[in-house]
């Protein structure tokens, strides 16, 4: 589904990610790890088109996708989430969910106001949508609050929920369990296994949580200054000898 091949990003003096190979395949939930400023981050923002990287290759479902504008690579099916929260904080909670199936649907400004048939389907589906994932991830009672006024763990979900309303084939997590107490990264672990197995998407994911790293991911990219470290399953990233090395080097 998605393949990245041999990524490389340059900010003037500094290789920031350097020859990064990996690829998720259908029904796959494959983490990047690695420590404070390995070029995680950076990854992401090349593959999901926040940054335009400066060598390698990028295909989403067979073609060709580096350099490509943010919002095209969402409509493909390929969104994320971001490290610190952007929401619309002084919209309520469902219009964030509204807003984003809009941007994403480029919808046709005269359509919308005189308000066609075809256009008032489709706003009743994105309403529908928008009921189901708020009641997915447990915020229906919230929906006519501002979204800048919810917890933090609430935002999180709201991130998530954002997401899955655009029906995406591959959702990008850029450390979800950032800032949760135990019980909401619990919740936050089932939700993404439930993701992959009942709704059949993909999921990269990048995070410094390493038992919530361990449980859920199929497989593991680590990334060192930038550089692919190592990469396999769960049990073969954990008995790595370099990837010990390099967090014990952290440490
Ligand atoms: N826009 C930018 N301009 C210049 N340097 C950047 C830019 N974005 C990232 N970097 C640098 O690239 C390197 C990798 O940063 P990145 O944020 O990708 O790391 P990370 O692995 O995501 O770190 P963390 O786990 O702390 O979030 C760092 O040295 C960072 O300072």
New binding site residues.
């Given amino acids: 589904m998605l393949e990245v091949q041999n990524l490389s990003m340059r900010?003037?003096g500094?290789l920031?990610v350097d020859q990064v190979t990996l690829d998720v395949q259908e029904h796959e939930i494959v983490s990047i790890i690695?420590p404070?400023?390995?070029?995680?981050?950076?990854?992401f923002n090349c593959i999901s088109g926040f940054y335009k990287p400066t060598g390698g290759k990028i295909l989403f479902e067979g073609g060709e996708i580096q350099g490509k504008p943010d919002h095209k690579i969402s409509r493909l099916g390929m969104v994320r989430t971001f490290?610190h929260v952007r929401l619309f904080g002084q919209m309520t909670v469902v219009e964030n969910l509204l807003v984003a199936q809009h941007r994403h649907l480029n919808t046709n400004l005269l359509a919308g106001l005189i308000k066609t048939p075809d256009y008032r389907e489709r706003e009743q589906k994105s309403l529908d949508r928008a009921a189901y994932w708020l009641e997915r991830v447990g915020l229906m009672e919230l929906a006519n609050r501002e979204a800048g006024n919810l917890a933090y763990g609430q935002q999180r979900r709201l991130e998530i929920a954002r997401c899955m309303v655009t029906e995406p084939k591959l959702l990008m997590l850029d450390?979800p369990a950032a800032g949760l107490n135990p019980a909401e990264t619990k919740d936050l672990n089932q939700l993404i296994i439930s993701l992959k197995e009942d709704y059949n998407v993909s999921v990269l994911l990048?995070e410094?949580d390493m038992s919530l790293v361990m449980d859920i991911s199929d497989r593991i990219t680590v990334?060192n200054q930038?550089r692919p470290l190592a990469a396999g399953t769960p049990d073969e990233v954990r008995n790595n000898d370099d990837v010990i090395k390099a967090y014990l080097g952290e440490a």
Avoid: C, M, P, S
């Fill in positions: 900010f003037g500094l920031a690695g404070n400023g390995a070029g995680k981050t950076t990854v490290q450390e990048i410094h990334i930038g």
